[in-house]
């Protein structure tokens, strides 16, 4: 017979993995994502799997069935992260990520990047919806042009990541955006205008950090000569032009039309591949040697598909901006999903999850206990089932009664379950979202954290807000909830 887990056996997977987790940061820095922490993962659901067998009752093959079904809800970020690999590859290739950091270097000063970074890539995000689709086009552009005005990848990467959360956020096309509200049984305009209260100030906030952190980096300490030098560079190596900036501009329509990011980015490849024959016919035929011919090309596209582009220009900087992408390049964080869905699943399966919520649920006294609890909740659960779409259905379940009994609409659930379980997500580096945006900028989670200033403050702007009755929003009794 089944028995509930007490609070103790609950939280002790997640004492052993933290536990785990710690040791391989300690002892393997920036290497802990590429095998430690997939281990720790792997790990703490086998102690998680013993517990549920032999202590709480459960029977193996549920377990094992139930896991590889939470395995299952990744499947779309661990084929979005397989097609991405391939396009990155693919559009360094054709021209269009040299292209965006040519220009990129010569038009942005090294004082406004941060702010411009962030601006760009809320912009992008907001009009897509997708703040994968913008760090995997935009985002490695932007990485490469930061990169060469010497700006810390940390900063580079925390700018990009909260303006691409800004605009995910806040946007009518975003999955999150739409689900957030679903599980709340709010409607989604409520549900966006609601967000305004948290989100703007925190936007704004990041802004001000950015601009002060750009002040440190006016480009004083940068060589002419060797800016100079890069730009040359891709100029000699690269046909720059234009016309390729249609190609991001089409995949950003795509997106915009509601196409879903994967066929989308898929289309986005394939146009790639047409773009190389296009505009980079010198490139191909100095790659190709003295043995240019259709097999050849055929060869080096597929190549650069599966294992990304390899630059060989001698440059240091210029080699390290562009030998990067392929699908087998994404493989290692496929790998670090695929152990912390195995995790997640396995705390679901045997009810740890549940039980750790239920005890926050019993402490939580007042309108702001009620708001930390729910954003505290959404955080815990982006670090243990390891994808925020889980945080988000499974916090929006969990608290919705306790909003109705305190009077509150569910559109401050749905506010509170955005600013916890969306924002955090990316800064998880064995979450779906911190291991994407990892894998895809090149730059550890752990190094763009401290920086992802958007991320960081929206959890405490929500709470903040809570304890304001003007922007805790009461049950209109006349008023008709949209039903979930």
């Given at each position: 017979?089944?028995?509930?887990?007490?609070?103790?056996?609950?939280?002790?997977?997640?004492?052993?993995?933290?536990?785990?987790?710690?040791?391989?940061?300690?002892?393997?820095?920036?290497?802990?994502?590429?095998?430690?922490?997939?281990?720790?993962?792997?790990?703490?659901?086998i102690i998680t799997a013993l517990i549920g067998v032999f202590h709480l009752g459960h029977d193996y093959n549920e377990i094992e069935?139930?896991?590889?079904?939470?395995?299952?809800?990744?499947?779309?970020?661990?084929?979005?992260?397989?097609?991405?690999?391939?396009?990155?590859?693919?559009?360094?290739?054709?021209?269009?990520?040299?292209?965006?950091?040519?220009?990129?270097?010569?038009?942005?000063?090294?004082?406004?990047?941060?702010?411009?970074?962030?601006?760009?890539?809320?912009?992008?995000?907001?009009?897509?919806?997708?703040?994968?689709?913008?760090?995997?086009?935009?985002?490695?552009?932007?990485?490469?042009?930061?990169?060469?005005?010497?700006?810390?990848?940390?900063?580079?990467?925390?700018?990009?990541?909260?303006?691409?959360?800004?605009?995910?956020?806040?946007?009518?096309?975003?999955?999150?955006?739409?689900?957030?509200?679903?599980?709340?049984?709010?409607?989604?305009?409520?549900?966006?205008?609601?967000?305004?209260?948290?989100?703007?100030?925190?936007?704004?906030?990041?802004?001000?950090?950015?601009?002060?952190?750009?002040?440190?980096?006016?480009?004083?300490?940068?060589?002419?000569?060797?800016?100079?030098?890069?730009?040359?560079?891709?100029?000699?190596?690269?046909?720059?032009?234009?016309?390729?900036?249609?190609?991001?501009?089409?995949?950003?329509?795509?997106?915009?039309?509601?196409?879903?990011?994967?066929?989308?980015?898929?289309?986005?490849?394939?146009?790639?591949?047409?773009?190389?024959?296009?505009?980079?016919?010198?490139?191909?035929?100095?790659?190709?040697?003295?043995?240019?011919?259709?097999?050849?090309?055929?060869?080096?596209?597929?190549?650069?598909?599966?294992?990304?582009?390899?630059?060989?220009?001698?440059?240091?900087?210029?080699?390290?901006?562009?030998?990067?992408?392929?699908?087998?390049?994404?493989?290692?964080?496929?790998?670090?999903?695929?152990?912390?869905?195995?995790?997640?699943?396995?705390?679901?399966?045997?009810?740890?999850?549940?039980?750790?919520?239920?005890?926050?649920?019993?402490v939580v006294s007042g309108v702001t206990s009620l708001v930390a609890s729910t954003i505290g909740t959404s955080v815990f659960l982006?670090?243990?089932?390891?994808?925020?779409?889980?945080?988000?259905?499974?916090?929006?379940?969990?608290?919705?009664?306790?909003?109705?009994?305190?009077?509150?609409?569910?559109?401050?659930?749905?506010?509170?379950?955005?600013?916890?379980?969306?924002?955090?997500?990316?800064?998880?580096?064995?979450?779906?979202?911190?291991?994407?945006?990892?894998?895809?900028?090149?730059?550890?989670?752990?190094?763009?954290?401290?920086?992802?200033?958007?991320?960081?403050?929206?959890?405490?702007?929500?709470?903040?807000?809570?304890?304001?009755?003007?922007?805790?929003?009461?049950?209109?009794?006349?008023?008709?909830?949209t039903p979930e």
């Open positions: 017979m089944k028995k509930t887990p007490s609070l103790f056996i609950a939280i002790l997977p997640v004492i052993i993995l933290v536990t785990f987790l710690s040791l391989n940061v300690y002892i393997f820095k920036d290497d802990s994502s590429y095998g430690p922490n997939q281990l720790a993962l792997l790990f703490a659901a069935t139930k896991t590889i079904q939470s395995i299952g809800v990744s499947m779309h970020a661990i084929l979005i992260l397989l097609v991405v690999g391939a396009l990155i590859g693919i559009w360094i290739f054709n021209g269009v990520v040299p292209t965006m950091i040519y220009y990129g270097i010569k038009l942005i000063h090294p004082a406004i990047f941060l702010p411009i970074s962030l601006i760009i890539c809320a912009v992008v995000s907001l009009a897509t919806g997708s703040s994968w689709s913008t760090v995997g086009t935009v985002g490695v552009a932007l990485v490469g042009i930061g990169q060469t005005l010497q700006i810390p990848d940390g900063m580079i990467a925390g700018a990009i990541v909260s303006g691409a959360y800004f605009g995910d956020k806040m946007s009518p096309l975003s999955d999150t955006t739409n689900l957030a509200p679903a599980m709340a049984g709010t409607d989604l305009f409520s549900h966006i205008k609601h967000m305004t209260y948290t989100t703007f100030p925190s936007f704004i906030i990041s802004l001000i950090l950015f601009i002060i952190l750009g002040l440190f980096y006016s480009g004083d300490h940068l060589n002419p000569g060797d800016i100079e030098q890069v730009v040359g560079l891709i100029d000699k190596n690269f046909n720059i032009s234009l016309w390729l900036f249609t190609l991001p501009l089409i995949v950003f329509i795509l997106v915009k039309k509601k196409v879903p990011a994967l066929p989308a980015l898929l289309a986005g490849t394939i146009l790639g591949v047409v773009y190389i024959l296009i505009f980079q016919q010198d490139l191909l035929v100095r790659l190709s040697g003295s043995d240019f011919s259709v097999a050849n090309t055929y060869k080096m596209i597929m190549k650069t598909t599966y294992s990304g582009f390899e630059s060989t220009t001698g440059h240091k900087l210029i080699d390290k901006l562009f030998s990067r992408g392929g699908m087998s390049g994404m493989l290692n964080t496929i790998w670090l999903i695929i152990m912390a869905m195995v995790f997640g699943g396995m705390m679901e399966v045997t009810g740890m999850i549940q039980k750790i919520a239920e005890t926050v649920l019993k982006n670090l243990t089932t390891s994808d925020q779409y889980i945080a988000i259905v499974l916090t929006g379940r969990m608290y919705k009664s306790a909003y109705k009994d305190y009077n509150l609409h569910p559109k401050n659930l749905s506010r509170a379950v955005e600013d916890g379980a969306t924002v955090t997500s990316v800064l998880v580096p064995w979450n779906t979202c911190g291991a994407y945006f990892s894998s895809v900028m090149g730059i550890a989670t752990m190094t763009y954290l401290p920086f992802a200033f958007f991320n960081l403050i929206s959890p405490i702007m929500s709470i903040l807000i809570s304890t304001s009755e003007k922007r805790m929003e009461k049950i209109d009794p006349a008023a008709e909830i």
